[in-house]
């Protein structure tokens, strides 16, 4: 981690000291005007500064320690020549003086580190004051009506004079955005036909080119969706018509165009949206304006997530299996086709998704749809296994559906209301709704396509953090997380073999000593998932894939919340605000080296940080599977990490059996 000083900063520190300390004192020794002396001291002083920090920080010198040695050595002999010449020529002795200036160049930092430590304190007071113990999940205050009548107000047609300055054409019309701070945001965009009437559980439909101009200031609707306790969508408009994009572009020129990220939001497929402030990049942006920034809303639940194939009249609707999926596909498509003027490029886009955003990439990567639409992939706990390998589920879910909205055929379904079904959806939220790998659009053996080579993109980051479990607990609430976890462990236990079955249930029994028998079972069902990560992740290596692996193993400041996918997507974007409010203070300092990495994988930089890069950082090259870098509170170091993902032994020799 960043220290307050490294050698260079010291004799930086000091090489700048003793610039301000002669530019004052020589010209006062000759009698100079003392406003003249003062610049003098201000001009050697900062050209030192400046000088020093380009040479000693530059990244030649950085990798080979002894040429900042040479450096120091040749200034500090200057110095001292000039030293003793003014010793000899005015018959005075600098030293003392000297020695007051380099008080300052050390106790200003000093006060700056004490500062820092203040403001983290009040930052941590501030979060232990709202969640207490954290023991209640995530929790947000409902905003102000003023705030919330300002964040759902609609884009609208321009048909008088706009600002041509914030204006962009696209095939499907001109948008007109506004400026913040260093980028300029273009929100709300449509990005297929909304899904609604008819074309409700149809595949997204492409819009037709218009040369109509739009506002572009407001969000898009999120979509219908499950409200959980510790979800802050709830507060947001919901609509049906939710298929929009949101970009953000640094105003800094290029010459060449700007790689392009584009956001998958998490929600485990029944919640989320481009609203929650976790997906807000602003400050990302505002550090490297020189990348451009895409969110996209898709789909969720029974209208992005269900098989109505054997309900009467299903035969209509034929694409509902995995139409969220569909959804992303569209998205991508439109951001290929109509980022480049935005400034983006085409051909360097990087999908980034967090848990079921993460999941959907994985099922991408393997989707002959969604090839060549992007080319790298940042994935955060999530991989194939969240999937549904058959649609049996799905086709439960329908049939439970038509008995909960007391509806016999699909036309009967198609003229219901949106509230109705979105009550429906509440109260089936336990029959859940994710993708299947059906043959179609996903292959049913995602696995065989990732050894194959057959992927979408050639680059993959793996994500996996150490104690994930809290806080999908803080998202849905003690009750549905109890029944999730009973469920899905039981699931995965009989899909073992034998041996390994009996193991797992020995482990469970074995922490069931200490705690109650829904955390063991989380604890299982955590290391179940983050083998499965790294399963996935190893396929691709094997395929030909470059994968790099990401362990997250940083203690959270609340227990009873978790540290993982929040805390992540805050250091990676450097989001303060969301950090804070999901009970957590961001590292600085930590959050400065990962989006350093991100902005070198997207751009397609060695991901390695030379010593100093940021200052005070040592060198840490991120190298290829089956390394990880793995983040921790000691720092950021590379290492093998298979005996970190379980304590099960015989589950992870069950996982090394299937490959």
Excluded at 156 to 174: F, M, S, W
Excluded at 267 to 295: I, K, Q, R
């Amino acid at each position: 981690m960043k220290r307050l000083f490294t050698f260079d900063d010291f004799m930086v520190a000091l090489i700048a000291a003793l610039g301000y300390g002669l530019g004052a004192e020589v010209p006062k020794l000759l009698d100079w005007h003392p406003w003249l002396c003062v610049g003098l001291s201000m001009v050697a002083g900062n050209a030192l500064d400046m000088l020093v920090k380009a040479l000693v920080f530059s990244e030649s010198v950085q990798k080979k320690k002894s040429y900042s040695v040479m450096i120091f050595a040749a200034f500090i002999l200057v110095f001292a020549a000039i030293q003793c010449f003014l010793s000899f020529w005015l018959n005075v002795s600098l030293l003392d003086y000297l020695a007051e200036q380099y008080q300052y160049a050390i106790g200003l930092p000093v006060l700056g580190l004490v500062a820092s430590r203040l403001v983290r304190w009040y930052f941590v007071r501030k979060v232990r004051k709202r969640y207490g113990d954290g023991s209640k999940g995530f929790v947000f205050e409902a905003p102000d009506q003023a705030f919330l009548d300002d964040l759902n107000m609609q884009n609208q047609p321009i048909q008088g004079e706009y600002d041509a300055a914030y204006a962009v054409r696209t095939k499907t019309g001109t948008y007109v955005g506004f400026k913040r701070k260093k980028a300029v945001y273009y929100l709300g965009i449509p990005y297929a036909k909304p899904p609604v009437g008819d074309l409700r559980w149809k595949a997204p439909e492409p819009l037709p080119e218009s040369d109509a101009v739009f506002e572009a200031k407001h969000f898009g609707a999120s979509p219908i969706q499950v409200e959980h306790e510790g979800s802050i969508l709830k507060y947001h408009r919901q609509s049906e018509d939710c298929l929009t994009l949101n970009i953000g572009v640094g105003r800094k020129a290029t010459e060449r165009k700007k790689p392009v990220i584009v956001l998958f939001h998490p929600g485990d497929f029944s919640f989320g949206g481009t609203v929650d402030p976790l997906m807000d990049a602003e400050a990302f942006l505002n550090e490297h304006p020189d990348v451009v920034f895409v969110s996209f809303n898709y789909r969720l639940g029974i209208f992005g997530f269900i098989d109505f194939s054997e309900i009467p009249g299903g035969e209509s609707c034929p694409d509902t299996l995995n139409l969220g999926l569909l959804d992303q596909i569209a998205a991508l498509k439109w951001v290929k086709e109509n980022i480049a003027a935005f400034g983006g490029d085409p051909d360097r886009i990087t999908a980034m998704g967090f848990e079921s955003g993460a999941c959907s990439i994985s099922l991408l990567a393997a989707c002959e749809q969604a090839k060549g639409l992007f080319q790298k992939a940042f994935v955060f706990f999530g991989s194939p296994e969240s999937a549904n390998d058959r649609p049996d589920a799905s086709r439960a879910l329908a049939k439970d559906l038509m008995k909960e909205t007391s509806t016999a055929t699909m036309e009967e379904l198609q003229r219901l209301p949106t509230e109705e079904l979105k009550k429906a959806a509440q109260n089936l939220w336990r029959n859940v709704t994710i993708p299947t790998c059906d043959g179609k659009l996903i292959p049913t053996d995602v696995y065989a396509a990732y050894r194959s080579g057959a992927v979408s993109c050639g680059e993959f980051i793996f994500g996996i953090p150490s104690d994930e479990r809290q806080i999908y607990k803080s998202f849905i609430g003690a009750k549905k997380y109890e029944e999730f976890i009973l469920g899905r462990t039981t699931e995965i236990i009989s899909y073992l073999d034998d041996a390994t079955a009996d193991a797992a249930n020995a482990y469970i029994k074995e922490q069931m000593a200490t705690m109650p028998e829904v955390e063991a079972k989380a604890k299982f069902f955590e290391q179940w998932t983050a083998l499965c990560v790294y399963y996935g992740a190893n396929e691709l290596a094997i395929g030909g894939s470059k994968v790099r692996l990401l362990f997250w193993n940083r203690k959270p400041l609340l227990k009873n919340l978790g540290a993982g996918t929040v805390d992540v997507a805050a250091s990676f974007l450097g989001n303060l605000d969301a950090s804070l409010m999901y009970g957590n203070v961001m590292n600085f300092d930590l959050s400065d080296m990962l989006q350093t990495f991100l902005k070198k994988y997207v751009s397609g930089e060695k991901m390695q940080l030379y010593k100093n890069e940021i200052k005070g950082v040592n060198a840490i090259d991120w190298k290829v599977f089956p390394q990880a870098l793995i983040v921790s509170d000691k720092g950021i170091q590379c290492g093998p990490i298979e005996d970190k993902l379980t304590e099960i032994e015989s589950l992870l020799n069950f996982m090394h059996a299937r490959v």
